[in-house]
Nanobody
């Protein structure tokens, strides 16, 4: 079983920074990829960033140069990633979801967190 729990987020200001964290608890499974997606009101879910345990990575075009996803750290039956969000813009306002996959992929989709709200004020 794999469970994902996000933390961080909340309210930020334009030009400021926020950090999200995701802890993946994996029992009997081996996560290969973790990532972040976001969905703004009325919008589609889009990939923000993803990384594999072998170093593969991808960033969404709208966040390149501003957001940074950590490498996947492992500790016993848990894997942890963070997303550093810098130079925030109001259009970054969305629900952010952590995702994990048992395959090496640029778009992890096997397991999802509950989502966490990020709101950026202008």
């Amino acid at each position: 079983q794999v469970q994902l729990v996000e933390s961080g987020g909340g309210l930020g200001q334009a030009g400021g920074s926020l950090r999200l964290s995701c802890v993946a608890s994996q029992t009997g499974f081996d996560i290969k990829t973790m990532g972040w997606y976001r969905q703004a009101p009325g919008g589609q879910r889009e990939l923000v960033a993803s990384k594999t345990t072998t170093g593969g990575r991808r960033y969404g075009e709208s966040v390149k140069g501003r957001f940074s996803m950590s490498a996947i750290s492992s500790d016993n039956f848990k894997k942890v990633v963070t997303l550093e969000m810098n130079d925030l813009k109001p259009e970054d306002t969305a629900i952010y979801y952590c995702a994990a996959d048992l395959q090496y992929t640029s778009r992890p989709a096997n397991y999802w967190g509950q989502g966490i709200q990020v709101t950026v004020s202008s």
